[in-house]
């Protein structure tokens, strides 16, 4: 993951307008790479660090909400502003569900275009930090044994040492030494901190 | 999506902090852009925003659909998804509709944020708890007002119908125009067409009783679920109904309605805005009361008064008339009846002092002299009071040339004076043999000219019978024409002069007798009745005009729509690449290089930007060729047949110069005659300014060098200046105030889809010449 400055995306299937929004939005500090259809977006490898795409609605073939769809079918985390050549209730209302920052009109006003772009940026990394930290901790839980797995689920619980020991008709000493081993595994500092790691790789696993 | 829904659920703490300048929301009822909400917007949007330091975000909500709560949800979603990240400062709701959207959703959407409404009708809303975070501009109903103006213009009205819609703004003011009407209850009968569909309300209102007013409240949604426009839906009811319609708002006025108390939603927005600035300037809405009933006025249409035989005089004080230009009608109906009366006057008046004459001293023209004289006059008086249209001119300069043969005189010319009398015009003149006509112009003859504005006749047998001293001008003129004798008379029309009737001469002295003038005097309200006429048909000529210039600009309006999708892209990156260039000036260390390289682009997007324009051009042309053989002398003769009242009119002669067998040419007969038409106006235009009696249009056919047939049209006109002979055919160009500048880029299109080409060149003496060239054959390129 090479530290690079937060990169703007800008699909639009015109030539003009992708060249000039690149342009302003690198005099405003930011990397910008620019796409003419959704296929040639998706065809790039996914960007690692902080984002944000700049997405025309209406294109020929994949339209910007097709872009939409296919990344958060793909669980890439990537905020979204819309931009259109006209206000359309129905495609801001379905783009907004999705989750997108903003709807934007052309010509794009610089000051709006620049807080919705900051935004975008700020959620992406704020959403990638968030799953760097699940992949962390699915890496850590990959370590653990199964012993340390169960001992690992039933600390979580509340459970007593002694109490796991009869659980799994292992000695409380021996649940003492797992449960330490899974401490030093998870990189937990304290049983709270380990509780909510559990909750994060809770909801891996009960998503794989 | 579990998984996500956790992580957008959490406390984020963004990398930059970006702190919003002030956020203003508009909330509109309607998702269309009505006239109502374009004025509203036109006057806020500036007041509150002048230098892009507030935000103003506009939501169109729609509420012009049915009340649907699975839409109304939909909408609540987007607002608190789109505004979950951003402080809202202010919430204007314009109009009810949307003021009771935000009362309905406050608490869930914009919760503790003050709002500003504007154009909000609550005249007939109960239980309304504003509470103390919002002020705003309430919209008055006025139907008491306008009902009562209109019983005041028509004293016989017993019944008035009411017309509304089934939106939420249709209810909405419905209900209030219900409320306002209730007290006149035990006055006249009120009837309420409330959500019909709008086939059966044109029914309705074509067949009303005279006794019988239409009010026009709202229809925004028809029964069918039909949308309308305010304007649309009152042009259609206006057209059908057969009696006047009133209105409420400013923006019903010029669609058909007579008038009525109207509300001008400018000066709701004007107010509202202000209320805004106060909130947004720290003070408490509470504290702000609530302005009522704004910026009413009575406001009606002299036209639909006209129409309906109203009087202004019964208007309450302090009207606005508008649409007061004279119509065509009156002027043409006036002088119908006064031509008429004219030769009944002039008849009696005839015999009369024919009569008187024979018991009197006789004078020293002979008896039979007089009578051809005054059989003359009365000839001329019978020909203008029934000749109509391109006739009038050429019965004006024959009755010039009867009064000239009689009188002995080498000149004789009618003068039109302008409107602010400051410069005078030759419409119709008659010279001897060999005399060449000649205008003069008012500093050529200033005392002649002073008389005649105040009335008086100048005549003089001799030029020392003019005073020498104020006259010195004048005589000066004359001796430089060598002109001798000279009677010029007023022509008035109403007591005002509009021109003069002169007769010079020129070999010889000539005396003007007393009775001479006289009855030259009546032959003179004759020519001016007449002129008058023709002004009024010139009128009418260029209210045709004008009707045509609007067709082919609504057909250009309908363009317009998808066109400007297309220009919005260039404009984006024009704009984009601007604030990029921006930017990179205010850094420290500006890139030359890249600044040149944006403009450049900036160059060319606007050129892209012209090319759709362009393309307006190519869509004229869209279509098949429908070739046939054409023979082009054929078609310009014919062409020029079409045009021959306009180029009389214009005082324009057409001399046609055909070459009688030419190759045939393989062209779509309607687009050519189309380009020749084009042409032919474009001369005719450019002469509109040249000297009487030098506007010749020359049509010419030939062969061309290579084969082609070449189409030439020369005028005598202004010619074209140098340094624009290149951009004669570009679109849009043009030298006409009111010209389009579509008619020469047709031309270029039209000849170049035919493969052939267009030139545009000055002719040595003045004038210019435009000319095409088709390639021959009958299979065409």
């Known amino acids: 993951m090479a530290p690079s400055g937060p990169v703007v995306f800008v699909v639009d299937d015109d030539a003009s307008v992708r060249k000039s929004l690149a342009r302003l939005v690198r005099t405003a500090g930011y990397d910008a790479e620019a796409f003419a259809t959704v296929s040639d977006f998706l065809d790039r490898p996914p960007q690692e660090g902080p984002a944000c795409l700049l997405l025309d609605v209406r294109m020929p073939g994949r339209t910007g909400l097709d872009l939409q769809e296919a990344l958060r079918a793909a669980g890439r985390r990537l905020s979204i502003i819309f931009i259109s050549g006209y206000g359309d209730v129905r495609a801001s209302v379905k783009a907004m569900k999705g989750g997108a920052i903003d709807f934007l009109t052309k010509p794009l006003d610089e000051g709006a275009l620049l807080t919705a772009i900051a935004q975008a940026v700020a959620r992406t990394l704020e959403e990638q930090r968030e799953q760097s930290r699940i992949t962390e901790v699915k890496n850590c839980i990959t370590t653990l044994t199964p012993r340390e797995a169960e001992v690992f689920a039933l600390v979580v619980t509340g459970m007593l040492n002694k109490q796991i020991g009869a659980e799994l008709g292992i000695a409380e000493k021996t649940v003492k030494v797992h449960r330490a081993r899974v401490m030093e595994k998870m990189r937990a500092g304290s049983l709270a901190q380990l509780v909510r790691l559990a909750g994060t790789g809770g909801m891996v696993a009960a998503r794989f | ?781």
């Not at chain 2, 009562?148 to 939420?168: C, K």
């Not at chain 2, 209105?247 to 109207?262: A, D, K, N, P, Y």
């Open chain 2, 1 to 781: 999506m579990a998984l996500l829904a956790l992580l957008c659920g959490a406390p984020s703490t963004p990398v930059r902090e970006v702190k919003p300048g002030r956020i203003v929301v508009l909330l509109y009822p309607e998702a269309r852009l009505l006239p109502e909400i374009l004025a509203v917007e036109d006057a806020i949007r500036p007041a509150l925003d002048p230098d892009g330091a507030v935000s103003l975000y506009t939501e169109y909500l729609d509420l012009a659909q049915a009340a649907d709560e699975q839409y109304e949800r939909q909408v609540i979603a987007l607002l608190r998804e789109k505004y979950a990240s951003r402080r809202v400062d202010l919430i204007m709701p314009i109009a009810f509709p949307a003021l009771g959207f935000f009362l309905r959703h406050r608490a869930e959407l914009f919760p503790g944020v003050p709002a500003v409404f504007a154009a909000a009708n609550l005249d007939a809303v109960t239980g309304l708890d504003l509470g103390p975070d919002i002020t705003g501009v309430r919209l008055p109903s006025e139907w008491g007002a306008t009902l009562e103006a209109a019983l005041a213009l028509q004293p016989e009205v017993r019944r008035a119908v009411v017309i509304s819609g089934t939106s939420a703004t249709d209810q909405n003011l419905q209900a209030a125009a219900a409320h306002d009407l209730a007290r006149y209850r035990g006055q006249i009968e009120i009837t309420y067409l409330t959500g019909w569909p709008i086939a059966r309300v044109l029914d309705e209102v074509a067949s009303l009783p005279k006794n019988t007013i239409v009010l026009f409240v709202s229809l925004l949604r028809d029964k069918g679920g039909r949308l309308f426009t305010d304007p649309e839906a009152v042009s259609l009811i206006t057209r059908a109904s057969s009696v006047p319609v009133y209105g409420w708002s400013e923006t019903h006025l010029g669609h058909g309605i007579v008038g009525g108390r109207l509300a001008s939603f400018g000066i709701q927005g004007t107010r509202a805005a202000e209320l805004a600035l106060r909130v947004l300037g720290g003070e408490r809405p509470g504290a702000l009361p609530v302005v009522d009933g704004s910026g009413t006025a009575y406001m009606f249409d002299e036209r639909q008064l006209r129409r309906w035989g109203l009087r202004a005089s019964r208007l309450p004080a302090g009207s606005i008339v508008r649409y007061q230009d004279a119509s065509l009608w009156d002027l043409y109906g006036w002088n119908i009846v006064g031509a008429g009366a004219l030769v009944v006057a002039l008849a009696v008046l005839s015999t009369g002092l024919l009569i008187e004459r024979t018991g009197r001293r006789r004078a020293e023209l002979s008896l039979g002299e007089r009578l051809r004289f005054e059989t003359l006059l009365a000839e001329q008086a019978a020909i203008f009071s029934r000749v109509s249209g391109t006739d009038v001119d050429r019965e004006i300069e024959r009755a010039l040339r009867r009064m000239a043969d009689f009188l002995v005189v080498d000149w004789s010319t009618l003068t039109e004076y302008s409107e602010d009398n400051r410069t005078a015009r030759v419409t119709h003149w008659w010279t001897a043999e060999g005399m060449e006509p000649v205008a003069l112009g008012f500093e050529e003859i200033p005392w002649s000219v002073a008389q005649l504005q105040r009335g008086a006749t100048v005549r003089f047998t001799r030029l020392e019978e003019l005073p020498g001293v104020e006259a010195a001008v004048d005589l000066q003129t004359y001796r430089r024409l060598g002109v001798k004798s000279r009677v010029a008379i007023p022509l008035t029309v109403e007591g005002i002069v509009i021109g003069a009737l002169a007769f010079s001469a020129v070999t010889t002295e000539r005396a003007w007798r007393d009775e001479f003038v006289q009855r030259l005097q009546l032959l003179g309200e004759v020519f001016a009745n007449t002129l008058s006429r023709r002004r009024s048909e010139m009128e009418g000529q260029r209210l045709r005009e004008d009707l045509a210039h609007i067709g082919r600009v609504s057909t250009v309006g309908e363009l317009t729509a998808s066109l400007a999708h297309e220009l919005n892209q260039p404009l984006t990156a024009i704009l984009a690449n601007a604030q990029a260039v921006r930017r990179i000036l205010d850094a420290d260390t500006a890139d030359l290089i890249e600044v040149r390289a944006i403009v450049d682009d900036i160059v060319d997007d606007d050129k892209r930007a012209s090319e759709v324009i362009g393309r307006l051009r190519g869509f004229l042309k869209k279509g098949t060729l429908e070739r046939s053989s054409l023979d082009m002398s054929e078609l310009v003769g014919k062409v020029a047949r079409l045009v021959a009242g306009d180029a009389v009119l214009r005082g324009v002669v057409i001399r046609l110069d055909l070459a009688p067998d030419l190759p045939p040419v393989s062209a779509d007969r309607v687009q050519v005659q189309q380009v020749v038409l084009n042409l032919i106006l474009n001369g005719l235009d450019a002469m509109r300014d040249s000297v009487l009696g030098r506007r010749t249009l020359l049509l010419r056919t030939a062969r061309d060098g290579e084969g082609g047939v070449a189409v030439t049209v020369q005028d005598s006109g202004a010619g074209i200046e140098r340094t624009e002979l290149g951009q004669v055919f570009d679109a849009f160009y043009t030298t006409k105030a009111n010209g389009l500048g579509m008619g020469l880029a047709i031309v270029k299109s039209i000849v170049e889809a035919h493969g052939g080409r267009v030139e545009a060149r000055n002719n040595p003496a003045d004038g210019a010449t435009f000319s095409f060239v088709l390639p021959a054959g009958q299979d065409g390129p």
